[in-house]
C-alpha cells in the first residue's frame, strides 16, 4: 500500500473517497500495461506481419507501431535483411536462432560416398527471408523443413563422388551443384526463403582411419610437389634450348641467303664481264690487268721496276737490308 499522503494526494486529485483511491491504482496499472502490450517497434532491418485473430492483416515497416492489445493482434518480427545460417555438424557458440545448429550434429556429419566409403561432412547454408507470407503461412515450420532439404540434398551430392573427390577436388563442384538443388526445392515448396550460399568447412575421413588417409593425403602432396619442381625445371631448360635452335636456324638460314646472293651477284658481274670482252676482248684484258694491280701492288712490300731496254747496266740491290711494310 502506498504512504498515506501519496494516497491523500491522489484522492483529492481524482475526488475519490478515501477507500477508492486502491481502485484508481489497479486502473492506472491497467492502463500502462494496456498502453505497453499496444506498443512494437520493428529493427531496421526486419519487417512486421500483423495478425487479427490469427488472419494475416498488414505488413508493417521497422519503426515504433500500436496495436490492438489483449492478444486481438498479434506481430511477428520478421528479419528480411538479415542473412541468417544453419549449421550441419558443428555449433557456434552464443548463437540467437535456434535453428542454426542441431542437436543431432554427429549424424548429419556421416555420409556414405558413391565408392561406398565414409566421410564427415561440415557445411553451412547461408539464407534470407525473402517472401514473409510464404515464410509464415505456407509451411509450417519452414527452417526445420530447410535443413532437412539441405541434409537430403548434400547427402546426395556426396553420394553421387567418391570419397577422394569429397575430399579434395570436388568440393566446388559439391557446393555449386547442392546450392542450385537447395534453390530449386526452396522454391517448389515455397518456404519464403531465398539461398544465398552452400560452404564446404571440414571434410574429413572417419576417425579411424584419419590417421592413414593423412598419411596418403602427404604423399599425394608430396607427389605433386615434386611433379611441379620438375616442371619449374622442364621450363627453364626447354625454352631456353628451343630459344637457341631457333637462334641457330634463324642464323644458319641469313648466312645462307648471304651465300646465295653473293654467288648470284658474282655471277651477274662475271656475264657483266663476259659480255664487255665480247665486244672488246682487248680493252677488257687490259682494264682486268690494271685492276688487279691496282688491288695487289699497295699490298707488296716494295716495288722494283726495269726498264726493258736497260739490259747493259747491272742493277744494283741491297738484299741483306729489311724494307718496311707498306700499310694498305
Known amino acids: 500500500m502506498p504512504p498515506p499522503d501519496l494516497m491523500d494526494v491522489l484522492a ?4 475519490l473517497p478515501r477507500g477508492r483511491t ?3 491504482l489497479l486502473l492506472l496499472a491497467a492502463a500502462v500495461w494496456t498502453a505497453w502490450s499496444g506498443l512494437y517497434t520493428v529493427p531496421s532491418d526486419s519487417v512486421g506481419v500483423i495478425q487479427r485473430f490469427g488472419q494475416y492483416l498488414r505488413q508493417v515497416e521497422p519503426g515504433l507501431h500500436i496495436k490492438i492489445p489483449f492478444g486481438v493482434d498479434v506481430a511477428t518480427i520478421l528479419p528480411v535483411k538479415r542473412q541468417l545460417k544453419q549449421e550441419f555438424g558443428f555449433a557456434t557458440l552464443g548463437a540467437t536462432n535456434p535453428y542454426q545448429n542441431s542437436r543431432e550434429a554427429d549424424a548429419e556429419t556421416q555420409m556414405v560416398t558413391g565408392d561406398l566409403n565414409s566421410a564427415l561432412v561440415e557445411w553451412v547454408v547461408q539464407y534470407r527471408v525473402a517472401d514473409p507470407l510464404k515464410f509464415l503461412f505456407q509451411i509450417r515450420d519452414p527452417q526445420a523443413t530447410l535443413r532437412d532439404v539441405s541434409e537430403s540434398v548434400m547427402r546426395e551430392a556426396v553420394g553421387d563422388r567418391t570419397v577422394d573427390e569429397v575430399i579434395t577436388i570436388g568440393r566446388q563442384e559439391i557446393e555449386v551443384e547442392a546450392l542450385a538443388r537447395m ?3 526452396s522454391a517448389k515448396y515455397e518456404l519464403g526463403i531465398s539461398i544465398d550460399q552452400v560452404q564446404l568447412k571440414n571434410v574429413n575421413p572417419p576417425q579411424p582411419v584419419q590417421a592413414s588417409f593423412n598419411e596418403v593425403n602427404q604423399a599425394q602432396q608430396e607427389k605433386e610437389k615434386l611433379i611441379n619442381q620438375a616442371r619449374r625445371e622442364y621450363n627453364k631448360v626447354i625454352p631456353l634450348a628451343e630459344g637457341e635452335k631457333d637462334q641457330r636456324v634463324r642464323e644458319a638460314e641469313g648466312y645462307k641467303l648471304k651465300r646465295v646472293n653473293e654467288a648470284e651477284g658474282d655471277v651477274a658481274r662475271f656475264d657483266a664481264v663476259l659480255a664487255e670482252y665480247l665486244k672488246a676482248p682487248e680493252v677488257t684484258k687490259r682494264r682486268i690487268y690494271l685492276e688487279t694491280l691496282q688491288e695487289v701492288l699497295p699490298n707488296l712490300r716494295s716495288k ?3 726498264d726493258e731496254k736497260g739490259r ?7 738484299l741483306d737490308r729489311q724494307v718496311p711494310a707498306v700499310a694498305p
Do not use: G, N
Not at 483529492?12 to 475526488?15: D, S
Not at 747493259?312 to 741491297?318: G, Y
Open 12 to 15: 483529492r486529485v481524482f475526488r
Open 22 to 24: 486502491f481502485d484508481l
Open 183 to 185: 534453390q530449386a526445392l
Open 304 to 306: 722494283i721496276i726495269l
Open 312 to 318: 747493259q747496266i747491272l742493277p744494283l740491290m741491297q
